[in-house]
């Protein structure tokens, strides 16, 4: 018995098939491109043979594939005819009258309704005239202009009447003012047209061949948008004739000319078929016999008509309400594409790329003082066996798993591959795996992405905060939903974090940077100044003039998606690079960015190892600022050709990083000792040591350390290892790369080589299949140590052990003995203790924990940063950070001035 076939299933397969790219057919059925991927392995579970390959070049049919499609194509088009020739003989329950631009149909519709009580009888606006939602009956009647973009013998064809038209000319043009013109005042004026203009409207709004005279001045043809017309209004290039109803909105690119025989008609149009709709009661009707579609009785006009009747203006002041010329001139607000994708001239800002939206953003703008949603911090999933989230991320671990993602960078809303060598994204705990591919970025990448994020500037600093926000909350609410399973799935399997840090970064974290971040920037915009009687003083927050590069690190997916979109919250554009171990869960953070509605342009992102990025960005004169997170050694260079070039840069950039630390833990004699087991397991060895703020360093009382050692050394050696993403319950994974292996075994060796240096467990080392290092504990009576001083970022901790009376002693020369100050904790119950270690170690830590491991800080619960060599401290997550991305302009507005420049003490 052959298969049951899910045709959502066959149609997926054919949109893959027909482009042999997953990424496209993802995109044109608005799907998530693991999700498509997971729809066509079912396909082929069901027929149970392999329909496509997955190659470094794209995708391809097998040779069942190849059969199978066209026989999938022809039982598409067999369904989708078997369902319209069904509706079409139905009887008449609904009839859905579709209409295109700026034709007003109430009044008919509402006497259809009144005539057909027992009719479901509903509009669809279209937009610009789309017939070919005739021939899929998706609509049962049209309403357009005429001639319609396909073969008429496809359609039944009723004339409903005729449209007035109106001249569009700058304000300040000699035709403006007047009542009316006619065609021999616009005889020598060059008109602006449309792509695919024929014969017939030329000779007729040209008014060519003109006996004895030359031929009619041609203005430039447009295939772009509309707003493309309006600036060659605007400018002077060439006037436009329209509708009466468009008002100041020339015709749209995919209307039809005007015939000569006069004014464009409007019609009503259906398509060919079965006609079985019931008639047989009194308020049953076909859409067919409308009355109504002739309910209008105007007549067409000819050219002499025209003449006499002459074409209405349309005076700047009385259309679009702002401005100058055709009533918009430099009030002409909205995004949309230029030709070319280029800025054009006297708009507002336009995006360029693959979405394009119009809107209005000073006519329309919402009057209203909004308040944003209160963030909540994200619920952490537990992930246990049998949770519906384990199931759904299992499935997402084995898609990507087993798919080799094509990694692009996106510049402008265009995804393609860097131009220079290519490079792999393996698993670190199983190296051989290759999950995806990238192109190194070169410097023309660069330049291209520097370029697109300036051209996006003008629409996006020009969009409200409340439109910006709404990206953001959305982009949330995605992660959430949907895309948690597909994030997280690429955090596991690209860098080894195991579930419980998948979940609490990719997800939670993300999710709360992009809440939480909204409500902080709102808080920046309520903070305004007082005002004196007579003044008004107020505060505006723009954007800072240039693009902001964003530089993320491989540890954290949260930290790599909060760099580049806090400073776009706040209305600047930027340059995103994360890091090459990163870039599978980046890939898909900008996905769901762009699900969420962010415009091309507003972050780019270029992916690769950064050289070109160093050589071109922060060379550029428009660099207004650098979102680091990394290596001390790579923020000291960046921050070091900042400062050669500083010369050249615009204004001086926004320099914010975080680099690190060598982070510590002590306990007071008075400490539990199963709270500091605790913080020095998960605080030192959770994701192999690798967080910025993980315990590297350990101060402990002889008291304590004799009586927990054999415990707490026994329960690390007990701590599960191996492959994340195969087993779910692994407490560790792999360290990053084969880079930071060397680094750890360098380091491990070293301490071997030491006498006085104990290795009290761990010190193991494999890379012959993933990057695996053991969990290790140095035990070393000198505090000034390597171990205590050099950070090693990965599982490896150095316990010095103090004589208990020797406390405030251990306090004073741990505090400076490391160049860092990012986190530490103390662990004790002496309430005195406590407050020794808070202020000795004041500055020893931005993130001081009290009875608790110096990890795991939470957006909106403990703002993160440190000092010293760890960074700037400018508290991602936070207000503080936000304000970094913005710059003040203070307006002071006096209500009745000074006249006299005289003061009372210059007497009378």
Known sequence: MPPDLDLRLVRYFTVVAERLNFAQAAEELRVAQPSLSRQIQRLENTLGVRLLERTTRGSRLTAAGAVFLPQAQQLLHGAQQAVLTALAAAPARTITIGYVDDLVITPAVRKLRNRCPDAHVRTRHLGSQDASTLLDRQVDVLVARTPLPIPAEDLEVTVLYSEARVLLVPASHRLAGKEAVTADDIAAEPLVGCTGMGAEWTTFWRLEPRSGSEPAPLGPTLAETYEDKIEAIADGTAIAIVPAATGATPCAPTWSPLRSTGSSPARSSWPPGPRTRTRSSQSSCDPRRISWARSTPHRPLDRGDYERRGVRKVRGEDRAGVGSGVGVSGGVSGWGRGAAGRHRKGTKGYFPGRRHRRWT????????????????????????????????????????????????????????????????????????????????????????????????????????????????????????????????????????????QAE????????????????????????????????????????????????????????????????????????????????????????????????????????????????????????????????????????????????????????????????????????????????????????????????????????IWDGMRDEFCAETEALTMGNVGADLSTFMGAVIDGRAFAKHRAAIERARSIDSMKILVGGELDDSRGYFVRPTVLESADPTDEIFTKEYFGPILGVHVYDDADYDRVLRQMEGVSEYGLTGAVIADDRAAIAGATETLRFAAGNFYVNDKPTGSIVGQQPFGGARASGTNDKAGSVFNLTRWTSARVIKESFVPPTDYRYPHMGP
């Open 504 to 703: 609490i970064d990719a997800a939670c974290e993300l999710i709360d940077f992009w809440r939480f971040n909204v409500a902080y920037a709102r808080q920046i915009q309520e903070t305004q100044p007082r005002s004196s009687p007579g003044v008004w003083n107020r505060m505006e927050y723009r954007p800072l003039e240039g693009f902001v590069l964003a530089i993320t690190p491989f540890n954290f997916s949260a930290i790599a998606g909060n760099l580049p979109t806090a400073p776009a919250l706040m209305g600047n554009v930027v340059v995103w690079k994360p890091s090459p171990t990163q870039q599978l869960a980046a890939h898909f953070t900008m996905r769901v960015l762009e699900a969420a509605g962010l415009p091309p342009g507003v972050i780019n992102m270029v992916t690769g190892n950064g050289r070109a990025v160093s050589e071109i960005a922060l060379r550029r004169p428009d660099l207004a600022g650098l979102h680091f997170t990394g290596s001390v050694g790579t923020f000291q260079a960046l921050w070091r050709t900042i400062g050669e070039n500083i010369a050249g840069y615009r204004g001086y950039p926004r320099i914010v990083g975080e680099t690190g630390g060598k982070d510590f833990v002590v306990a007071h004699p008075s400490a539990d000792p199963a709270v500091l087991k605790t913080a020095l397991v998960r605080g030192a060895f959770e994701y192999q040591g690798q967080k910025c703020s993980a315990a590297s360093r350990a101060y402990v009382p002889r008291s």
């Open 361 to 500: 953003l000073r006519e329309h703008r919402m009057d209203a003082v909004t308040t944003v949603p209160v963030p909540v911090n994200e619920p952490v999933k537990g992930y246990a066996p049998g949770s519906p989230e384990r199931a759904a991320l299992e499935a997402g671990i084995k898609e990507l798993g087993g798919t080799e993602t094509e990694l692009t960078m996106t510049i402008g809303g265009e995804r393609r591959m860097g131009a220079g060598e290519p490079i792999a994204v393996v698993e670190p705990h199983d190296h051989g795996h290759v999950l995806g591919r990238m192109g190194d970025a070169a410097e023309a990448d660069v330049a291209e992405a520097i370029a697109a994020a300036r051209e996006a500037a003008p629409g996006w600093r020009a969009m409200s905060f409340d439109d910006r926000a709404a990206i953001f909350l959305r982009a949330a609410d995605l992660l959430a939903g949907p895309w948690r399973p597909t994030l997280n799935a690429a955090t596991i399997l690209g860098q080894s974090k195991s579930v419980q």
